[in-house]
């Protein structure tokens, strides 16, 4: 059975950094689109960042391009989501999801992928 296990999440200043790890079990990521999800209380859930592992090519939402880094080790089987200069407005529940094959056009939409983790917290203060 697939699991995956989002942690490193917690509560930090505005402008400090967080790192996020998506522990992949039951499977060996090899060629999947890893995508990093948050939710706020009473918002959508919004994708973030994606990544193949299979070459490790990457995708971000506008709000948090050149601020947070996504990437993988399939020998860990986890993908990471570093977080640098955090807002309050990425305060949110963060998840990692999983499918199989390239991330596409639709790597934002919640209904692409067949698992996804718990989530972890972040809080954000300013």
């Known amino acids: 059975q697939v699991q995956l296990v989002e942690s490193g999440g917690g509560s930090v200043q505005a402008g400090e950094s967080l790192s996020l790890s998506c522990v992949v079990f039951?499977?060996?990521?090899?060629?999947?689109?890893i995508g990093w999800f948050r939710q706020a209380p009473g918002k959508e859930r919004e994708g973030v960042a994606s990544i193949y592992t299979g070459a490790g090519w990457t995708l971000y939402a506008d709000s948090v391009k050149g601020r947070f880094t996504i990437s993988h080790d399939n020998a860990k089987n986890t993908v990471y989501l570093q977080m640098n200069s955090l807002k309050p407005e990425d305060a949110a529940t963060y998840y990692c999801a999983a499918r199989y094959g390239y991330c596409r056009r639709d790597w934002r939409n919640r209904a692409v992928y067949n698992y996804w983790g718990q989530g972890t917290q972040v809080t954000v203060s300013s």
């Open positions: 039951g499977y060996t990521l090899t060629n999947e689109c």
